[in-house]
């Protein structure tokens, strides 16, 4: 009981290690989570861990959230975020690699404390416009983008041109069957930008 009761006041939460009969529950039922959250506001909680969960749905709940500042949302099946994702504005970390997602919603850009934004092996053909404005310091303090393990195939010219306010920058691209850096549409495009973006592309060895 007194375990149910600090659940409440907790300020981390990482599932798997601090409620291993819960998740085993959750990998089975993504449904019991749902009932968790019902049951628990979680309104202390600023990192939640929900890696590895079988989830093919981002919690909605979670977005009630508010006070959280950092979120592991990896390993799992989800394939779109919510537009309410743009009322977590204290996140700073979110976690997302790992799942099938192959866009994202423009209210991202409401998370103006974002620092660091992890999309990596999605199914991502592009960057979508509104990650790329992310980096823009203008919009957000977002300093690192990561989405190694995509097929990104365009970097189009509007994300280009919102990349040219970035602090920093970095594309990590995966070499598949040949110099897959050279098949990707836009690329040169990445020489304009002014000298003050530090950008760095970083070609690896496809893990597939």
């Not at 909605?60 to 779109?80: D, F, P, R, V």
């Not at 053909?125 to 310091?137: E, K, N, R």
């Not at 509007?158 to 970035?166: D, N, Q």
Request: charged fraction near 15%; charge should be neutral.
């Amino acid at each position: 009981m007194n375990t149910l009761i600090g659940i409440s006041a907790l300020r981390c939460l990482f599932l798997k290690q601090y409620l291993p009969v819960v998740w085993q529950m959750i990998h089975s039922d993504p449904f019991v989570l749902y009932c968790l959250f019902c049951c628990f506001r979680f309104q202390c909680l600023r990192s939640l861990n929900l890696a590895d969960n079988n989830l093919d749905a981002f919690p909605k709940s979670i977005c009630e959230m508010t006070g959280l500042a950092e979120l592991n949302l990896g390993c799992n099946k989800i394939e779109s975020i919510p537009t309410t994702i743009g009322d977590l504005v204290n996140l700073q970390a979110l976690h997302l690699h790992n799942n099938h997602l192959s866009g994202m919603p423009d209210e991202i850009l409401q998370l103006k404390k974002l620092v660091i934004l992890v999309l990596a092996f999605n199914k991502f053909h592009q960057i979508p416009a509104s990650v790329a404005q992310l980096t823009d310091v203008r919009t957000s303090e977002c300093e690192t983008i990561i989405m190694a393990g995509n097929l990104i195939e365009t970097i189009s010219t509007e994300v280009i041109h919102k990349l040219k306010h970035a602090k920093k920058v970095i594309l990590v691209l995966p070499i598949i069957y040949g110099n897959y850096a050279h098949r990707v549409t836009g690329i040169e495009g990445l020489k304009s930008l002014p000298k003050y973006v530090s950008c760095f592309l970083v070609i690896y060895p496809s893990l597939f």
